[in-house]
């Protein structure tokens, strides 16, 4: 039987998957995810308490930055990145920010039904079951993007959409993400879509503004005109993000001794039997959470009076 939207008692979607499921865990930390963050970024009850007031102190000051104040999820998913200095939450959510604010075409209505084309191409994917510390894994599978059906800007605002998804999920903010890109495929037309400007955009967001827990991105089947699409990446990237990028080439023992195939689907070079999941199926399901994507969308930075950086 194909894989269909499900939902559980708690009304969140899901979609069963052999013996898996794809469902985004909203739930508490429990004990032992508690206990992780507290060794890992400092979180207590009364530290997260802390830092949450004096960081809603320092966003009411900053007059032109609409954001939740009361929402204490919202103020979390900055926090746990930072690991409860509220300084440090407070410069990367004005990053965050400022970056949406000026770059409209990536981020204004960023909603699943208008980015539902390229997760249909199964271009962009979650793997359904936690990897690695629990990690969550996208792949970003380069070999069937159609530059004809599906333009940088909607697979860059894909990637933001998909980074949001994580973001609401408490686990994942606690244990970060590994990003996958296979790039069987890859040709000179996919290519000439990069340009050195949208290069430096794209490493923009993702060394100074994601609040995601990045713990490494997974290069693999690269053909060797992939050195003509590393040459434009380059010059942007910093050291602490070189430290997280690994090319694996054709050797899949080493992208396994960084992700155990015991967790990986057959599909993403694994053991599990796990059915593919379509990306329409993907895409519908996100659907369901239109809510949450358009709340997202109303916040930040106001034309009228956004600072400039």
Same mark, same amino acid.
């Given at each position: 039987?194909?894989?269909?939207?499900?939902?559980?008692?708690?009304?969140?979607?899901?979609?069963?998957?052999?013996?898996?499921?794809?469902?985004?865990?909203?739930?508490?930390?429990?004990?032992?995810?508690?206990?992780?963050?507290?060794?890992?970024?400092?979180?207590?009850?009364?530290?997260?308490?802390?830092?949450?007031?004096?960081?809603?102190? /320092? =966003?009411?000051? $900053?007059?032109? *930055?609409?954001? #939740?104040l009361d929402d204490t999820a919202y103020l979390i998913k900055f926090l746990r990145p930072c690991k409860f200095y509220p300084e440090s939450a407070f410069r990367l959510m004005k990053r965050y920010y400022k970056f949406r604010y000026k770059h409209p075409e990536l981020s204004s209505n960023l909603m699943p039904i208008t980015i539902k084309h390229v997760l249909e191409d199964d271009v962009i994917a979650f793997i359904p079951v936690r990897v690695d510390h629990g990690c969550r894994m996208m792949v970003i599978d380069i070999g069937k993007w159609n530059v004809k059906n599906v333009s940088i800007i909607d697979m860059f605002r894909?990637? /933001? =959409?998909?980074? $949001?998804?994580? *973001?609401?999920? #408490?686990?994942?903010?606690?244990?970060?993400?590994?990003?996958?890109?296979?790039?069987?495929?890859?040709?000179?037309?996919?290519?000439?879509?990069?340009?050195?400007?949208?290069?430096?955009?794209?490493?923009?967001?993702?060394?100074?503004?994601?609040?995601?827990?990045?713990?490494?991105?997974?290069?693999?089947?690269?053909?060797?005109?992939?050195?003509?699409?590393?040459?434009?990446?380059?010059?942007?990237?910093?050291?602490?993000?070189?430290?997280?990028?690994?090319?694996?080439?054709?050797?899949?023992?080493?992208?396994?001794?960084?992700?155990?195939?015991? =967790?990986?689907?057959?599909?993403?070079?694994?053991?599990?039997?796990?059915?593919?999941?379509?990306?329409?199926?993907?895409?519908?399901?996100?659907?369901?959470?239109?809510?949450?994507?358009?709340?997202?969308?109303?916040?930040?930075?106001?034309?009228?009076?956004?600072?400039?950086?």
């Amino acid at each position: 039987m194909a894989p269909t939207i499900q939902f559980g008692p708690d009304r969140v979607p899901f979609v069963q998957l052999g013996e898996h499921i794809l469902r985004l865990d909203l739930e508490e930390l429990n004990e032992e995810w508690r206990e992780r963050s507290r060794i890992e970024l400092r979180e207590t009850p009364e530290v997260a308490e802390s830092a949450m007031e004096q960081l809603r102190t /320092l =966003l009411k000051g $900053e007059e032109n *930055l609409n954001v #939740p104040l009361d929402d204490t999820a919202y103020l979390i998913k900055f926090l746990r990145p930072c690991k409860f200095y509220p300084e440090s939450a407070f410069r990367l959510m004005k990053r965050y920010y400022k970056f949406r604010y000026k770059h409209p075409e990536l981020s204004s209505n960023l909603m699943p039904i208008t980015i539902k084309h390229v997760l249909e191409d199964d271009v962009i994917a979650f793997i359904p079951v936690r990897v690695d510390h629990g990690c969550r894994m996208m792949v970003i599978d380069i070999g069937k993007w159609n530059v004809k059906n599906v333009s940088i800007i909607d697979m860059f605002r894909t990637v /933001l =959409l998909v980074m $949001e998804v994580g *973001l609401i999920e #408490p686990m994942t903010q606690v244990a970060g993400v590994h990003v996958l890109f296979d790039m069987h495929g890859l040709s000179l037309n996919q290519i000439w879509q990069f340009t050195p400007s949208f290069a430096k955009m794209v490493l923009e967001f993702v060394q100074e503004c994601t609040s995601l827990r990045l713990k490494g991105i997974h290069i693999l089947n690269q053909p060797f005109i992939f050195k003509m699409l590393w040459s434009i990446f380059k010059p942007f990237i910093g050291q602490k993000l070189r430290k997280r990028i690994f090319f694996h080439g054709t050797d899949i023992a080493s992208f396994h001794s960084h992700i155990s195939p015991e =967790l990986l689907p057959k599909a993403y070079y694994g053991n599990l039997d796990i059915p593919h999941l379509p990306g329409a199926l993907l895409a519908e399901m996100l659907l369901k959470y239109d809510p949450e994507f358009e709340m997202c969308s109303k916040i930040g930075y106001t034309k009228e009076n956004c600072k400039s950086t």
